[in-house]
């Protein structure tokens, strides 16, 4: 969908800490040929002039329409919502409810993270997604061009401690309108005997992301998934070695870890159902 100058839209972002969640802003310069928009966001300000509101272009993956209104006066248990926090709106479910009447708070939990936060309900509105130039509802599936079937490979996330941030591979072995069952590729368990099975909901699952050439090289400071603890985990090669070896640096453990060549693939992110780079996204 192409947008024209002074269209509203929202805007996502494939920086740590931002992943996932969507701005509102306007576009002032619309770039067709090279497929990026200049915009300004309507809740960030210039760093240095906080007057100001930020303007930045960015590719058009990250670039939707702004959803319809669709705020509720009252949410359900599990009902995926976005929630308005930190100046952008970020996927959630709801997780309980706390008072009543004017004074009501939902509890939300937010898969990518893990942490659970409470909001009024003018801070929420329920969860849609823009794919094939529709907004569709978490539970269309199969409308969202990923229905994951019986026997598709796929990575699957955690919220448990410890695990958070990871990917881990799993093949679908059955699905059921927005959930799924898994079998892990790796994990096992605890006595070992078989492959551990689990039930995910579609915020913890998404593709197999795409084979690197064997022959890639890894550059300094540029951001790789790196096979650990029978899982993929996000990090940054901090030295080069010789013999294609590597230091990866994990900001979750402020910790460096030496890997071979094989153990290591560029980092993707799975953004409005296609695969993204950080360095595609910024135009490298």
């Not at 996502?12 to 915009?39: D, I, N």
């Not at 969202?144 to 093949?171: K, M, Q, R």
């Not at 402020?254 to 980092?267: A, G, K, T, V, Y």
Request: aromatic share 14%; hydrophobic share 35%.
């Amino acid at each position: 969908m192409d947008f024209k100058t002074g269209d509203e839209v929202e805007v996502s972002s494939v920086e740590e800490g931002f992943r996932g969640s969507w701005y509102a802003a306007k576009v002032v310069r619309s770039m067709p040929r090279l497929s990026r928009y200049t915009v300004s966001y309507d809740t960030i300000v210039e760093e240095k002039d906080e007057s100001q509101n930020l303007r930045e272009t960015v590719d058009a993956v990250y670039v939707r329409p702004r959803p319809p209104e669709s705020r509720a006066g009252a949410f359900t248990l599990k009902q995926h919502v976005d929630a308005f926090y930190n100046d952008g709106w970020w996927a959630g479910i709801v997780c309980g409810e706390i008072g009543s009447g004017g004074k009501k708070k939902y509890r939300v939990s937010f898969p990518a993270t893990g942490e659970v936060m409470e909001f009024i309900p003018s801070e929420l509105r329920v969860h849609l997604d823009w794919v094939n130039k529709e907004w569709v509802t978490p539970k269309s599936q199969k409308v969202l061009g990923t229905a994951f079937g019986n026997g598709t490979p796929v990575e699957v996330s955690s919220d448990e401690e410890g695990f958070l941030g990871a990917w881990f591979s799993a093949t679908v072995i059955k699905s059921v309108d927005d959930k799924f069952l898994v079998e892990y590729k790796d994990l096992t368990t605890e006595d070992g005997t078989e492959f551990l099975k689990e039930v995910i909901d579609r915020l913890h699952i998404r593709p197999a992301p795409p084979a690197s050439p064997e022959s890639w090289k890894f550059r300094f400071l540029e951001e790789i998934d790196a096979y650990c603890n029978d899982g993929w985990w996000v990090g940054v090669i901090s030295k080069v070695l010789s013999d294609s070896r590597y230091i990866v640096y994990f900001k979750t453990w402020m910790q460096e870890i030496e890997f071979s060549h094989e153990n290591l693939r560029p980092h993707h992110d799975w953004i409005n159902g296609r695969w993204m780079q950080a360095s595609q996204a910024l135009g490298f």
